[in-house]
Structures are given as structure tokens and as C-alpha cells.
């Protein structure tokens, strides 16, 4: 089945929402989600794998667990990015707001791809970024310029040795000078696969004119978790409805 972009973000926000995020939280949340199906980076597989786990714990957030001028590891504490992404950029952004760039690794944290988005939206504010972590047996490196509204995606055959759930954030003004100050962490293997801006805009583009494609017994579970907020139709919640 098909469904517009709307009803999609719509649906998501409902059910993170019942799932116990918080009002920011299940907006960043739905972003995520959104942003990523319709770049063409199949979010939904990774939405089905969260949920697994989201429906059946409380929220948690990430804990700092390490700082040591302008380098920060947060401890994500098993959760998901779509929990504690938008903690990691906002630190690492302030942080650069600060000085001229920080370095951040989230650990124990789960569908990094998530975060794409939230590095799209924060260099819209003049920050630049690269982000490595671990994907089977290669490294996905994402570079966005400051201004930026896509990245640049790139897996490459791994040299170094990333923990399994570690996520790398590298933040600055300038995306030059990130490359240059953190190079030796930025060193891979041999160039496997990329995953161009325009190939990122068509599927954007696809998703807006002929709708978002989503299996039924997904939305049937989006649907069912949105249940969970909604008020029973009473005489008090009626009368009330127009306060």
C-alpha cells in the first residue's frame, strides 16, 4: 500500500508517542523515519527492528560518560538513534559553538542510519559534519558541507576496527578542515559502494508524487500503537472538546 508523506509522519509521531516519548523526542523520532524511507535509504526495515525493542521498554536516554576537551563518548545504553540522536548532534553542536570543532562517539546505540537526518537538519545551521560507523563487514562514512542539504554517502572496506554499535560524529564549520584535523580517524579501506545526492533526490522526489510504499502489517502496527492515545469518545471528553 501507498500513503503520502503526511499520513506517514502523522502516524509515526502517534506511535512513539505511545510508546513513551516525549514531545521533542517523538517528532525528532518521526523525522527520522520519514526522512530516511523517502532518501531511499529503506528505513522501514530498521523501524520494525526498533520497535521490537522500544514496545517493550521504558525510554532511556544516553549518559555522558566521558569529556575530555571537545572529545565526548555518550553511552547510548542499548536504546536507538531515533531515542538518542538528537541528544548526541546537540551536544556535539554546542560544543562547537564553543570552539572550532568536537568529536563525539555514541556507544551502544542502534539504527545509526537514523542520524543522517539529523545532520542534514543541523548543518542547515552552518555546522559541518562526518559520521562512520559499522555495518556488517564495511564502514559507512556520511559527509554534509555546512549549508548542505544532502550528504555524501560512501561504505568503504574497514582498516580500523569500529565497535559493532558505535556511531563517530565529527563536527566543525568546515567539512575541509574536519577531513584534515581528524584523519587519522577517518582512514578506511578500499571505496565500495556510494550512494549519490541525486540519487537521494529522485527517491525524494518519487515519494512526493506517487507516495511512500509501506507494508501493510507495518502500518497495521503503527496503527494499533496510535490506538493507545487516543481518548474514549465519553460525554466529559466530548464535552470538553471544544476547550
Known amino acids: 500500500m501507498k500513503v503520502s508523506k503526511n499520513e506517514l509522519m ?6 512513539f508517542e505511545a510508546m513513551g516519548f516525549q514531545p521533542g523526542d517523538y517528532y525528532d523520532a518521526a523525522d527520522m523515519v520519514v526522512w530516511s524511507q523517502t532518501h ?21 536516554h544516553a549518559d555522558l560518560v566521558q569529556e575530555d576537551r571537545h572529545n565526548y563518548v555518550l553511552d547510548g545504553r542499548g536504546s536507538s ?5 538528537s541528544e548526541a548532534v546537540d551536544l556535539i553542536r554546542s560544543q562547537v559553538m564553543q570552539g572550532s570543532s568536537a568529536a563525539l562517539e555514541l556507544i551502544n546505540c542502534y539504527n545509526r542510519t537514523f542520524i543522517i537526518q539529523r545532520l542534514v537538519k543541523a548543518a542547515q545551521c552552518n555546522f559541518a ?3 562512520c560507523w559499522r555495518q556488517l563487514d564495511c564502514c559507512v562514512k556520511v559527509s554534509i558541507a555546512a549549508g548542505a542539504e544532502l550528504p ?23 567539512l575541509e578542515a574536519i577531513e584534515k584535523q581528524y584523519a587519522p580517524q577517518l582512514e578506511f ?26 507494508d501493510e502489517a507495518l502500518w497495521q502496527t503503527l496503527d494499533d ?10 460525554e466529559s471528553s466530548r464535552a470538553g472538546a471544544g476547550d
Open 189 to 214: 579501506g578500499t571505496l565500495v559502494e556510494s550512494f549519490s545526492r541525486t540519487e537521494m533526490m529522485d527517491c525524494y522526489k518519487n515519494s512526493v508524487e506517487h507516495g511512500i510504499e509501506i
Open 81 to 85: 538513534v531515533l531515542l538518542c540522536g
Open 152 to 174: 555524501e554517502y560512501q561504505t568503504f572496506t574497514m582498516i580500523d576496527l569500529f565497535e559493532p554499535q558505535s556511531l563517530r560524529i565529527f563536527c566543525g564549520t568546515d
Open 10 to 15: 502523522a502516524s509515526l509521531k502517534k506511535a
Open 40 to 60: 531511499g535509504f529503506d528505513s522501514f526495515g530498521r523501524l520494525m527492528e526498533a520497535l521490537a525493542y522500544l514496545n517493550t521498554t521504558a525510554p532511556i
Open 129 to 131: 559534519f562526518v559520521a
Open 225 to 234: 500503537l496510535g490506538a493507545r492515545i487516543l481518548v474514549e469518545s465519553t
